[in-house]
Protein backbone atom coordinates (compact mmCIF):
# COMPACT_ATOMS: atom_id res chain seq x y z
CA UNK A 1 0.00 0.00 0.00
CA UNK A 2 1.44 3.50 -1.13
CA UNK A 3 1.44 5.90 1.52
CA UNK A 4 0.58 9.55 1.62
CA UNK A 5 3.85 10.92 1.06
CA UNK A 6 4.89 8.03 -1.79
CA UNK A 7 2.13 9.10 -3.44
CA UNK A 8 2.86 12.71 -3.58
CA UNK A 9 6.74 12.58 -4.04
CA UNK A 10 6.78 9.28 -6.43
CA UNK A 11 9.39 6.67 -5.79
CA UNK A 12 12.60 7.99 -5.43
CA UNK A 13 15.12 5.55 -6.73
CA UNK A 14 13.09 5.16 -10.33
CA UNK A 15 10.84 8.53 -11.04
CA UNK A 16 12.38 9.90 -14.24
CA UNK A 17 12.94 13.31 -13.24
CA UNK A 18 16.51 13.96 -14.11
CA UNK A 19 17.05 16.96 -11.65
CA UNK A 20 15.87 14.69 -8.45
CA UNK A 21 18.21 14.36 -5.88
CA UNK A 22 18.01 10.72 -5.07
CA UNK A 23 17.93 11.12 -0.77
CA UNK A 24 19.55 7.31 -0.31
CA UNK A 25 21.94 8.13 -3.16
CA UNK A 26 25.70 8.97 -3.27
CA UNK A 27 26.01 11.56 -6.39
CA UNK A 28 27.95 10.16 -8.85
CA UNK A 29 31.49 10.64 -8.39
CA UNK A 30 33.57 13.06 -9.94
CA UNK A 31 37.51 12.86 -9.22
CA UNK A 32 38.86 9.22 -8.55
CA UNK A 33 38.82 10.20 -4.76
CA UNK A 34 35.02 10.22 -5.04
CA UNK A 35 35.39 7.02 -5.54
CA UNK A 36 37.23 5.65 -3.36
CA UNK A 37 35.48 7.90 -0.81
CA UNK A 38 32.47 5.52 -1.13
CA UNK A 39 34.65 2.51 -0.64
CA UNK A 40 36.13 4.48 2.66
CA UNK A 41 31.65 4.74 3.70
CA UNK A 42 31.07 1.10 3.47
CA UNK A 43 34.58 0.08 5.50
CA UNK A 44 34.08 -3.58 5.98
CA UNK A 45 30.74 -4.18 4.42
CA UNK A 46 32.37 -2.85 0.85
CA UNK A 47 31.18 -4.98 -1.66
CA UNK A 48 30.10 -4.51 -5.41
CA UNK A 49 26.48 -4.94 -4.56
CA UNK A 50 26.76 -2.07 -2.06
CA UNK A 51 28.89 0.10 -4.02
CA UNK A 52 26.24 -0.27 -7.13
CA UNK A 53 23.47 0.67 -4.34
CA UNK A 54 24.74 3.28 -3.07
CA UNK A 55 25.58 5.41 -6.35
CA UNK A 56 23.29 7.61 -8.57
CA UNK A 57 24.40 6.67 -11.98
CA UNK A 58 21.57 8.56 -13.82
CA UNK A 59 23.98 10.77 -15.77
CA UNK A 60 27.12 8.53 -16.22
CA UNK A 61 28.67 8.09 -19.20
CA UNK A 62 31.52 6.04 -20.53
CA UNK A 63 34.23 8.24 -19.99
CA UNK A 64 33.11 9.88 -17.10
CA UNK A 65 33.01 5.96 -14.94
CA UNK A 66 36.34 5.73 -16.63
CA UNK A 67 38.16 8.69 -15.19
CA UNK A 68 36.50 7.98 -12.14
CA UNK A 69 37.76 4.48 -11.70
CA UNK A 70 40.82 4.47 -13.50
CA UNK A 71 41.96 8.32 -13.98
CA UNK A 72 42.17 8.11 -18.19
CA UNK A 73 40.41 9.36 -20.57
CA UNK A 74 38.49 5.88 -22.66
CA UNK A 75 39.81 4.47 -25.60
CA UNK A 76 38.06 4.49 -29.01
CA UNK A 77 37.69 0.38 -28.65
CA UNK A 78 36.19 0.77 -25.31
CA UNK A 79 33.63 3.16 -26.56
CA UNK A 80 33.28 1.33 -29.51
CA UNK A 81 32.70 -2.27 -26.90
CA UNK A 82 29.85 0.05 -25.38
CA UNK A 83 27.70 1.20 -28.26
CA UNK A 84 23.89 0.33 -27.83
CA UNK A 85 21.62 0.96 -24.86
CA UNK A 86 24.66 2.08 -21.94
CA UNK A 87 24.09 0.37 -18.90
CA UNK A 88 25.99 1.93 -16.08
CA UNK A 89 25.62 -0.30 -13.40
CA UNK A 90 27.25 -3.13 -16.03
CA UNK A 91 29.66 -0.91 -17.17
CA UNK A 92 31.43 0.23 -13.20
CA UNK A 93 30.82 -3.39 -12.07
CA UNK A 94 33.29 -4.88 -15.09
CA UNK A 95 35.75 -1.20 -14.53
CA UNK A 96 36.29 -2.13 -10.74
CA UNK A 97 36.35 -6.18 -11.42
CA UNK A 98 39.09 -4.87 -14.02
CA UNK A 99 42.87 -6.12 -13.66
CA UNK A 100 43.35 -2.27 -14.62
CA UNK A 101 41.40 -0.89 -11.66
CA UNK A 102 43.88 -3.23 -8.99
CA UNK A 103 46.63 -2.31 -10.38
CA UNK A 104 49.18 -0.13 -9.40
CA UNK A 105 45.96 0.85 -6.74
CA UNK A 106 48.57 1.69 -4.18
CA UNK A 107 50.12 4.54 -5.95
CA UNK A 108 46.67 5.98 -7.54
CA UNK A 109 45.07 6.46 -4.03
CA UNK A 110 48.89 7.95 -2.68
CA UNK A 111 48.30 10.21 -5.59
CA UNK A 112 44.62 10.96 -4.67
CA UNK A 113 45.39 12.16 -1.03
CA UNK A 114 48.08 13.97 -1.14
CA UNK A 115 47.84 15.06 2.17
CA UNK A 116 48.75 12.22 3.97
CA UNK A 117 52.00 11.86 5.41
CA UNK A 118 53.70 8.47 3.89
CA UNK A 119 55.26 6.05 6.09
CA UNK A 120 57.69 3.82 3.73
CA UNK A 121 58.54 0.76 5.42
CA UNK A 122 61.56 -1.64 3.85
CA UNK A 123 60.82 -4.43 4.98
CA UNK A 124 64.13 -7.19 5.40
CA UNK A 125 63.06 -10.58 6.38
CA UNK A 126 63.43 -11.86 9.51
CA UNK A 127 63.86 -8.30 11.41
CA UNK A 128 60.83 -8.30 13.42
CA UNK A 129 58.64 -6.75 10.29
CA UNK A 130 55.69 -8.98 11.52
CA UNK A 131 56.15 -7.62 14.54
CA UNK A 132 56.75 -4.34 14.07
CA UNK A 133 53.91 -4.29 11.27
CA UNK A 134 51.26 -5.23 13.96
CA UNK A 135 52.31 -2.61 16.50
CA UNK A 136 52.20 0.08 13.56
CA UNK A 137 48.32 -1.01 12.76
CA UNK A 138 47.35 0.05 15.83
CA UNK A 139 48.01 3.83 15.09
CA UNK A 140 48.30 4.05 11.15
CA UNK A 141 46.27 2.25 7.51
CA UNK A 142 49.02 0.20 6.48
CA UNK A 143 48.73 -1.21 2.88
CA UNK A 144 48.32 -4.87 2.73
CA UNK A 145 50.10 -6.70 0.75
CA UNK A 146 46.60 -7.69 -1.56
CA UNK A 147 46.14 -3.94 -2.06
CA UNK A 148 49.94 -2.23 -2.41
CA UNK A 149 50.97 -5.61 -5.26
CA UNK A 150 51.14 -3.99 -8.22
CA UNK A 151 48.57 -6.04 -9.49
CA UNK A 152 46.53 -7.64 -6.41
CA UNK A 153 45.52 -11.09 -6.37
CA UNK A 154 41.18 -10.59 -6.58
CA UNK A 155 39.40 -12.43 -3.78
CA UNK A 156 36.31 -12.25 -2.14
CA UNK A 157 38.71 -10.05 0.66
CA UNK A 158 39.37 -7.52 -1.48
CA UNK A 159 36.74 -5.16 -1.38
CA UNK A 160 36.02 -5.10 2.28
CA UNK A 161 39.93 -5.02 2.72
CA UNK A 162 40.12 -2.06 0.73
CA UNK A 163 36.75 -0.17 2.37
CA UNK A 164 38.52 -0.91 5.74
CA UNK A 165 41.42 0.83 4.73
CA UNK A 166 40.36 3.71 3.71
CA UNK A 167 37.65 3.91 6.54
CA UNK A 168 40.97 4.41 8.52
CA UNK A 169 41.73 7.72 6.34
CA UNK A 170 38.60 9.56 8.06
CA UNK A 171 40.87 9.78 11.71
CA UNK A 172 44.52 9.51 10.62
CA UNK A 173 46.98 12.08 9.09
CA UNK A 174 49.22 9.00 8.13
CA UNK A 175 49.72 5.93 5.77
CA UNK A 176 52.19 3.12 5.63
CA UNK A 177 53.34 1.24 2.56
CA UNK A 178 55.80 -1.23 2.71
CA UNK A 179 58.00 -2.70 0.44
CA UNK A 180 61.07 -5.61 0.27
CA UNK A 181 62.83 -3.04 -1.76
CA UNK A 182 64.27 0.27 -1.26
CA UNK A 183 64.01 0.37 -5.10
CA UNK A 184 60.48 0.99 -5.64
CA UNK A 185 60.76 3.98 -3.93
CA UNK A 186 63.31 5.64 -6.88
CA UNK A 187 63.39 5.36 -10.69
CA UNK A 188 66.52 5.22 -12.73
CA UNK A 189 68.13 8.41 -14.31
CA UNK A 190 66.88 8.69 -18.11
CA UNK A 191 70.21 9.24 -19.16
CA UNK A 192 73.42 7.22 -18.27
CA UNK A 193 75.12 10.26 -18.28
CA UNK A 194 73.19 13.45 -18.99
CA UNK A 195 75.03 16.84 -20.80
CA UNK A 196 75.69 20.23 -18.50
CA UNK A 197 72.21 21.87 -18.00
CA UNK A 198 70.00 19.13 -19.44
CA UNK A 199 67.44 17.76 -17.74
CA UNK A 200 66.50 13.70 -17.94
CA UNK A 201 63.03 13.65 -19.87
CA UNK A 202 60.40 11.68 -17.93
CA UNK A 203 58.77 10.83 -21.54
CA UNK A 204 61.25 8.60 -22.65
CA UNK A 205 59.35 5.59 -23.89
CA UNK A 206 60.65 2.26 -21.60
CA UNK A 207 62.90 0.99 -24.46
CA UNK A 208 65.55 4.10 -24.23
CA UNK A 209 65.57 4.05 -20.10
CA UNK A 210 68.75 2.13 -18.82
CA UNK A 211 68.68 -0.51 -16.42
CA UNK A 212 67.66 -0.06 -12.66
CA UNK A 213 70.98 0.99 -11.65
CA UNK A 214 72.27 3.51 -8.70
CA UNK A 215 72.32 6.19 -8.29
CA UNK A 216 68.70 6.30 -8.34
CA UNK A 217 67.10 9.55 -8.33
CA UNK A 218 63.64 10.27 -6.26
CA UNK A 219 60.26 9.46 -7.80
CA UNK A 220 57.56 11.08 -6.94
CA UNK A 221 55.53 9.85 -5.96
CA UNK A 222 55.48 7.78 -3.71
CA UNK A 223 58.69 9.44 -2.06
CA UNK A 224 58.11 13.06 -0.91
CA UNK A 225 59.66 15.48 1.19
CA UNK A 226 57.98 15.09 4.50
CA UNK A 227 57.63 11.60 3.91
CA UNK A 228 59.42 9.09 6.39
CA UNK A 229 61.40 5.63 5.12
CA UNK A 230 62.89 3.54 7.30
CA UNK A 231 63.62 -0.22 7.96
CA UNK A 232 65.31 -2.19 10.72
CA UNK A 233 68.31 -4.54 10.13
CA UNK A 234 69.86 -6.93 12.67
CA UNK A 235 73.25 -8.95 12.00
CA UNK A 236 73.18 -10.47 8.47
CA UNK A 237 74.37 -13.79 10.04
CA UNK A 238 71.25 -14.13 11.88
CA UNK A 239 69.12 -13.34 8.77
CA UNK A 240 70.43 -15.85 7.05
CA UNK A 241 70.08 -18.53 9.83
CA UNK A 242 66.81 -17.22 10.68
CA UNK A 243 65.48 -17.57 6.95
CA UNK A 244 67.15 -21.29 7.20
CA UNK A 245 65.21 -22.00 10.31
CA UNK A 246 61.86 -20.70 8.96
CA UNK A 247 61.81 -22.58 6.25
CA UNK A 248 62.46 -25.90 8.02
CA UNK A 249 59.79 -24.66 10.79
CA UNK A 250 57.57 -24.57 7.43
CA UNK A 251 58.22 -27.72 6.43
CA UNK A 252 57.66 -29.63 9.94
CA UNK A 253 54.52 -27.90 9.90
CA UNK A 254 52.69 -29.52 6.41
CA UNK A 255 50.27 -26.59 6.01
CA UNK A 256 47.53 -27.12 3.55
CA UNK A 257 48.13 -23.95 2.46
CA UNK A 258 52.06 -23.33 2.33
CA UNK A 259 53.50 -20.78 0.34
CA UNK A 260 54.64 -21.71 -2.97
CA UNK A 261 57.79 -21.14 -2.01
CA UNK A 262 57.77 -23.36 0.47
CA UNK A 263 56.47 -26.35 -1.44
CA UNK A 264 59.20 -25.65 -4.00
CA UNK A 265 62.24 -26.87 -1.05
CA UNK A 266 59.48 -29.82 -0.38
CA UNK A 267 59.89 -30.85 -3.75
CA UNK A 268 63.70 -30.01 -3.77
CA UNK A 269 65.08 -31.25 -0.98
CA UNK A 270 62.85 -34.79 -0.83
CA UNK A 271 62.51 -37.50 1.82
CA UNK A 272 61.47 -35.10 4.77
CA UNK A 273 61.43 -36.45 7.80
CA UNK A 274 58.01 -38.19 9.57
CA UNK A 275 59.15 -37.35 13.36
CA UNK A 276 58.49 -33.87 14.31
CA UNK A 277 60.59 -33.97 16.63
CA UNK A 278 63.24 -31.14 15.82
CA UNK A 279 66.40 -33.04 16.16
CA UNK A 280 65.41 -35.19 12.93
CA UNK A 281 64.78 -31.99 10.91
CA UNK A 282 68.37 -31.00 11.57
CA UNK A 283 70.28 -33.05 8.25
CA UNK A 284 67.18 -31.00 6.32
CA UNK A 285 68.39 -27.52 8.06
CA UNK A 286 72.00 -28.33 7.04
CA UNK A 287 70.82 -29.13 3.55
CA UNK A 288 68.42 -26.02 3.63
CA UNK A 289 71.64 -23.71 4.35
CA UNK A 290 74.07 -25.46 1.88
CA UNK A 291 71.30 -24.71 -1.41
CA UNK A 292 70.23 -21.29 0.29
CA UNK A 293 70.84 -18.83 -2.64
CA UNK A 294 69.67 -15.50 -1.30
CA UNK A 295 72.56 -13.38 -0.19
CA UNK A 296 73.36 -10.26 1.51
CA UNK A 297 69.81 -9.70 2.16
CA UNK A 298 70.87 -6.05 3.44
CA UNK A 299 72.53 -4.70 0.26
CA UNK A 300 69.49 -5.95 -1.91
CA UNK A 301 66.86 -4.65 0.37
CA UNK A 302 68.69 -1.06 0.25
CA UNK A 303 70.69 -1.16 -2.69
CA UNK A 304 71.98 -2.84 -5.60
CA UNK A 305 73.86 -5.68 -3.64
CA UNK A 306 76.85 -4.30 -2.95
CA UNK A 307 78.30 -2.46 0.22
CA UNK A 308 78.52 0.53 -1.68
CA UNK A 309 75.85 0.59 -3.86
CA UNK A 310 73.31 -0.18 -0.32
CA UNK A 311 75.94 2.97 1.26
CA UNK A 312 74.93 5.37 -1.60
CA UNK A 313 71.17 4.49 -1.26
CA UNK A 314 70.92 4.93 2.17
CA UNK A 315 73.05 8.75 1.71
CA UNK A 316 71.15 9.86 -1.30
CA UNK A 317 67.65 9.16 0.58
CA UNK A 318 68.95 9.36 3.96
CA UNK A 319 66.92 6.82 5.17
CA UNK A 320 66.48 5.98 9.13
CA UNK A 321 67.96 2.54 10.25
CA UNK A 322 67.04 1.07 13.13
CA UNK A 323 68.87 -1.88 14.79
CA UNK A 324 67.10 -4.94 16.27
CA UNK A 325 69.23 -4.94 19.27
CA UNK A 326 67.71 -1.55 19.98
CA UNK A 327 63.68 -2.59 18.41
CA UNK A 328 62.19 -2.01 22.07
CA UNK A 329 64.30 1.63 22.78
CA UNK A 330 63.46 2.35 18.98
CA UNK A 331 59.55 1.77 19.00
CA UNK A 332 59.06 3.23 21.88
CA UNK A 333 60.53 6.79 21.25
CA UNK A 334 59.85 6.80 17.57
CA UNK A 335 56.30 5.80 17.37
CA UNK A 336 55.43 6.96 21.11
CA UNK A 337 54.10 3.93 22.02
CA UNK A 338 54.35 1.72 25.20
CA UNK A 339 56.88 -1.33 24.57
CA UNK A 340 54.55 -3.53 22.60
CA UNK A 341 54.37 -7.50 23.73
CA UNK A 342 57.74 -9.32 23.00
CA UNK A 343 57.82 -11.04 19.47
CA UNK A 344 57.38 -14.64 19.86
CA UNK A 345 60.42 -16.49 18.94
CA UNK A 346 60.86 -18.88 16.37
CA UNK A 347 61.77 -22.65 16.66
CA UNK A 348 65.46 -22.91 16.19
CA UNK A 349 66.22 -26.33 14.75
CA UNK A 350 69.78 -25.40 13.95
CA UNK A 351 71.67 -22.76 16.01
CA UNK A 352 74.75 -20.93 15.57
CA UNK A 353 76.63 -23.14 17.84
CA UNK A 354 75.73 -26.53 15.80
CA UNK A 355 77.42 -25.11 12.83
CA UNK A 356 80.47 -27.17 11.31
CA UNK A 357 83.52 -25.20 9.75
CA UNK A 358 82.43 -25.33 6.35
CA UNK A 359 79.09 -24.37 7.28
CA UNK A 360 80.08 -21.03 9.18
CA UNK A 361 82.12 -20.12 5.96
CA UNK A 362 79.12 -20.95 3.59
CA UNK A 363 77.11 -17.98 6.41
CA UNK A 364 80.21 -16.07 5.48
CA UNK A 365 79.56 -16.27 1.84
CA UNK A 366 76.00 -15.65 1.98
CA UNK A 367 76.69 -12.05 3.83
CA UNK A 368 80.19 -10.88 2.30
CA UNK A 369 78.65 -7.62 1.34
CA UNK A 370 76.04 -7.43 4.21
CA UNK A 371 79.19 -7.51 6.92
CA UNK A 372 80.68 -4.29 6.09
CA UNK A 373 77.76 -2.23 6.08
CA UNK A 374 76.11 -4.14 8.98
CA UNK A 375 79.56 -2.59 10.83
CA UNK A 376 79.10 0.78 9.74
CA UNK A 377 75.65 0.83 10.95
CA UNK A 378 76.10 -0.12 14.41
CA UNK A 379 79.36 2.01 14.14
CA UNK A 380 77.02 4.78 13.79
CA UNK A 381 74.40 3.75 16.35
CA UNK A 382 77.43 3.44 18.79
CA UNK A 383 78.96 6.40 18.21
CA UNK A 384 75.49 8.38 18.17
CA UNK A 385 74.23 6.28 21.29
CA UNK A 386 70.73 6.37 19.58
CA UNK A 387 68.00 4.13 18.76
CA UNK A 388 68.10 4.70 14.99
CA UNK A 389 70.18 6.54 12.87
CA UNK A 390 70.15 8.56 8.99
CA UNK A 391 72.01 6.89 6.09
CA UNK A 392 73.72 10.73 5.61
CA UNK A 393 75.30 9.19 9.12
CA UNK A 394 77.19 6.11 7.30
CA UNK A 395 79.48 8.45 5.07
Known sequence: MTSLIESLIGDPLFRQDA??????????PERPRDLLEVFSAMGGEASRISLLRSLDLRDATPGWLIFVALNRWPTMAELRALEGEYDARKHLSALIFSVEFRRLLAQRILTAYPEKVRLLYVRIPRCAGSHFLATARLMHPVFADEIAAPTPRPGPAFFPMLGLLLARFLSTRTVML???????????????APEAG?????????????PPSLPWTMELPPYRAGDRLFTI???PEAIILSQVNAIVEALRARAADEPAGITRW????????EDADAQAWVPVARQVLAAFADADPICHALGDGTTQGALEACAVTNIEIADLSRYDEWITRTWETRTPPPAVASPVVLPREALTAAELDRLAALTAQDRPLYARIRAALDGAELSSIKGLQLL
Open 19 to 28: QRILPVRRPL
Open 178 to 192: EQPRLAPYYRPPAFA
Open 198 to 210: SMPSPSLPPSSMP
Open 233 to 235: VRD
Open 266 to 273: RNRLGGLP
